[in-house]
């Protein structure tokens, strides 16, 4: 089986003066997620990095946008991979009492945001260049599938008591097995 390869569009901020662990804690947020939804989350969330990685993501949209081989609509993008690398620290002191000295790290970071298409759209212009013949499977070769794919009713109980009995309560289910 061929392996299938996702193009993707990235953008990068270095130098950052922020921690890499604390933009770490926003670009966990949107990582997977459709771009519409990733601007969403960045412009309510409350950390200051937010906007940093905002401005990231929207140079990564527009790089995806200008490129014309791609022919990429914004909305259709997904955040395929968004990562933080540490950067230089500044080292710097702070005079202390009794004539000592407190280091002071000034932390930077490098943010990356790799944006590819959700896999709708793929699918949407995969079907839209395949012929017709292709496409349409015989009903014979689909039915098979089906029944063996659908659980029986006795499963289906099975697993809904087993849930419900997991559910309950430690106390309940010790008080049942003494009466």
Not at 106 to 124: G, Q, S, Y
Not at 130 to 159: G, H, I, Q, S
Request: glycine residues 2%.
């Amino acid at each position: 089986m061929a392996a299938v390869e996702t193009q993707t569009v990235r953008a990068q901020a270095k130098w950052v003066h922020v921690s890499a662990r604390k933009a770490r804690l926003v670009t966990d947020l949107i990582r997977g997620r459709p771009v519409p939804e990733a601007r969403t989350i960045l412009a309510f969330s409350q950390r200051a990095v937010a906007h940093d990685i905002e401005k990231v993501l929207r140079s990564a949209v527009a790089n995806a946008e200008s490129r014309p081989d791609l022919l990429w609509n914004g909305d259709e993008l997904v955040v395929h991979t968004a990562y933080v690398d540490e950067g230089p620290t500044l080292k710097r002191w702070r005079a202390r009492a009794r004539g000592r000295v407190a280091r002071i790290r000034k932390r930077t970071c490098h943010i990356t945001i790799e944006l590819a298409r959700t896999p709708a759209a793929v699918a949407a212009e995969a079907t839209a260049t395949k012929p017709a013949a292709r496409r349409r499977k015989p009903a014979a070769e689909k039915a098979p599938a089906v029944e063996a794919a659908a659980p029986t009713t006795d499963e289906t109980t099975a697993d809904v008591s087993a849930a419900a009995s997991a559910a309950k309560p430690k106390a309940a289910r010790r008080k049942k097995k003494e009466d």
